[in-house]
T-cell receptor
């Protein structure tokens, strides 16, 4: 079993739709959680950190469920510019950041 | 602020050749990392550094060496390149974990092909 698992997609959604991604992690002692966005042939960029109480940034909402060991990302009112690969990242050691393989999102006009 | 920069952006090597990838950051981050990204796999940690003059092995260190002589620079060396080292290499930096904002910031990547 991979330490961090994501559905690779692609998720093809129309503009304006709401889309949700899930990510599961295997190490119950994991301490920090992040969502990164990666555009084709570019570097990962931090989208948002994920906190236990859940957090929101504009159209993006992240949730953490420690009991079930998953994190989620909800994107409301999808834009064409949201098309990218979304990486789930879990810190399970002092310097150990585990990256998921990413979920591809395509927002269609 | 330039953030995290990497040179070169692209490189083609023949098997057995050597090269050094340079990473520089201007955010005064203590920690720096080198990752490789291959199709169908998440980023994998090669080496990391928690401060000037210190380095440590990550998940896939074989065939690579690193040095951190200055806080702002982290070098990744390939002594004898192999086709299995064909990949995209990303450098990242971050503040120490004691800070709430310890997320990683990435450079633009180096695309390396070994023939």
């Amino acid at each position: 079993r991979k330490e961090v698992e994501q559905d690779p997609g692609p998720f093809n959604v129309p503009e304006g739709a709401t889309v949700a991604f899930n990510c599961t992690y295997s190490n119950s002692a994991s301490q920090s959680f992040f969502w990164y966005r990666q555009d084709c042939r570019k570097e990962p960029k931090l989208l948002m950190s994920v906190y236990s109480s859940g957090n929101e940034d504009g159209r993006f909402t992240a949730q953490l469920n420690r009991a079930s060991q998953y994190i989620s990302l909800l994107i409301r009112d999808s834009k064409l510019s949201d098309s990218a690969t979304y990486l789930c990242v879990v810190r399970s050691g002092t310097y150990k950041y585990i990256f998921g393989t990413g979920t591809r999102l395509k927002v269609l006009a | 602020n330039a953030g995290v920069t990497q040179t070169p952006k692209f490189r083609v090597l023949k098997t057995g050749q050597s090269m050094t990838l340079l990473c520089a950051q201007d955010m005064n981050h203590e920690y720096m990392y080198w990752y490789r990204q291959d199709p169908g796999m998440g980023l994998r940690l090669i080496h990391y550094s928690v401060g000037e003059g210190t380095t440590a092995k990550g998940e896939v260190p074989d065939g690579y060496n690193v040095s951190r002589l200055k806080k702002q620079n982290f070098l990744l060396g390939l002594e004898s390149a192999a086709p299995s080292q064909t990949s995209v290499y990303f450098c990242a930096s971050s503040y120490p974990l004691a800070r709430e904002d310890h997320e990683q910031y990435f450079g633009p990547g180096t695309r390396l092909t070994v023939t």
